[in-house]
């Protein structure tokens, strides 16, 4: 019975804790909050026998205001964004836009917290309308708000949450163009740091590739230095390590040094020695450029692609001694002559002069009286031979 107990309770231990009933205080605050919702309804129902009535939308938005925080204090959560939620919807119907996107992310804040991922990101997106509604000026911080609600997925929901990060940055700065006629604010170029960050913590190294461009744009825009040597850095080493074409890196690389400041920068430094030595297969130069300082201070992924890059310096020794390997079938010499055409003419014009030795002997000796026509005959018929 004692080695039973114990091992039940571990299990025992494991299991959630039971829910707490809600207290004294927090049921009398409940119950606040629910006569402030009946009075909010009450203000846009009609009364029966009213003539001279109007709804007051604004007051009753401010009553649900008030039963969302009384929900919120006494723990309620999901009461608390429905309050939320009405407060916001009618702050919208009266043009109260910045009311509206406040109670709206107070309800999305709720939301996330109450264990409800999806009806956060819904949220969100209507924070993200409700920006919008304001002024254009504020679509950096519209953005942000879809950022919140892809971070509200991520866990739990990781494939939709790729889909909300590369949404967000699509608003801002749409594909193929640049920030420089965006409103994006002073902290635009967050949003695009946030998405690129996640990429890379989940091994989307494409989709951090493909919002490089639009994330050098807007660091550019809004004169983030520091960042930005580090992303040209990154860009090249995803580059490489997706594709393994040194030739497109380097390329790459020359449209940085159009940025004037880049080119006193370690990173350029460190960017220019790593392309060099991936495309130079210079395994001596790749080890020493793994060693800069600058790849410390880069995302963990891009770290771990740099000290895997490797290179097999013998390629181009290979590639070379190539032509001087006899092949089988002509030989050494043959091989020499298909690379220089002036040595396979010299070649030729030796060749017409060699002489076998038994042959030259042959022709040396003094034929007999009776066979001089026809021994002068072949040896002309030798030498004719030869020369073919």
């Given at each position: 019975n004692a080695s039973a107990s114990r091992a039940a309770a571990p299990a025992a231990a494991a299991a959630p804790a039971a829910k707490r009933p809600p207290t004294t205080l927090q049921l009398k605050s409940k119950a606040d909050a629910e006569g402030l919702k009946a009075e909010a309804e009450k203000l846009m129902v009609k009364p029966r026998f009213s003539v001279f009535w109007e709804p007051n939308f604004t007051k009753a938005a401010q009553l649900y205001d008030k039963a969302a925080n009384k929900y919120q204090g006494a723990g309620f959560l999901k009461e608390a964004v429905d309050m939320f939620v009405e407060?916001?919807?009618?702050?919208?119907?009266?043009?109260?836009?910045?009311?509206?996107?406040?109670?709206?992310a107070k309800a999305a804040d709720l939301a996330a917290k109450d264990g409800d991922p999806h009806r956060a990101c819904q949220l969100y997106h209507q924070v993200f309308e409700s920006y919008l509604e304001l002024d254009a000026d504020h679509l950096g911080r519209a953005c942000a708000?879809?950022?919140?609600?892809?971070?509200?997925?991520?866990?739990?929901?990781?494939?939709?949450?790729?889909?909300?990060?590369m949404g967000a940055c699509d608003q801002l700065v749409r594909p193929g163009s640049t920030a420089d006629l965006q409103p994006i604010g002073a902290t635009g170029h967050e949003i695009y740091q946030e998405a690129t960050e996640w990429y890379l913590?989940?091994?989307?190294?494409?989709?951090?590739?493909?919002?490089?461009?639009?994330?050098?744009?807007?660091?550019?825009?809004?004169?983030?230095?520091?960042?930005?040597?580090?992303?040209y850095l990154s860009v090249v080493v995803l580059q490489l390590h997706?594709?393994?074409?040194?030739?497109?890196?380097?390329?790459?690389?020359?449209?940085?040094l159009s940025d004037g400041e880049y080119l006193m920068t370690q990173e350029c430094k460190a960017e220019e020695e790593l392309v060099i030595a991936m495309k130079s297969n210079d395994a001596k130069g790749l080890a020493e450029v793994k060693e800069s300082s600058c790849f410390r201070f880069l995302n963990r992924a891009v770290k771990d692609?740099?000290?895997?890059?490797?290179?097999?310096?013998?390629?181009?020794?290979?590639?070379?001694?190539?032509?001087?390997?006899?092949?089988?079938?002509?030989?050494?010499?043959?091989?020499?002559?298909?690379?220089?055409?002036?040595?396979?003419?010299?070649?030729?014009?030796?060749?017409?002069?060699?002489?076998?030795?038994?042959?030259?002997?042959?022709?040396?000796?003094?034929?007999?009286?009776?066979?001089?026509?026809?021994?002068?005959?072949?040896?002309?018929?030798?030498?004719?031979?030869?020369?073919?």
């Open positions: 407060a916001a919807a009618l702050d919208s119907r009266e043009q109260y836009h910045g009311k509206a996107q406040a109670h709206y708000a879809l950022i919140k609600g892809a971070q509200a997925l991520q866990v739990a929901h990781p494939d939709e949450a790729a889909v909300e990060y913590s989940t091994g989307r190294y494409k989709d951090a590739l493909d919002i490089s461009d639009r994330l050098i744009s807007c660091l550019k825009k809004n004169n983030v230095r520091a960042s930005l040597a580090k992303t997706l594709s393994g074409d040194a030739i497109a890196a380097h390329q790459t690389f020359m449209n940085h692609m740099v000290s895997k890059f490797e290179v097999n310096d013998d390629e181009l020794a290979d590639e070379d001694d190539s032509a001087l390997v006899d092949d089988g079938e002509g030989g050494l010499e043959e091989d020499l002559c298909a690379e220089d055409p002036n040595l396979a003419l010299q070649t030729r014009w030796d060749a017409m002069n060699l002489r076998d030795p038994g042959v030259e002997t042959a022709a040396r000796s003094t034929p007999s009286a009776g066979g001089d026509a026809s021994g002068a005959g072949a040896g002309e018929e030798d030498e004719e031979e030869d020369l073919c």
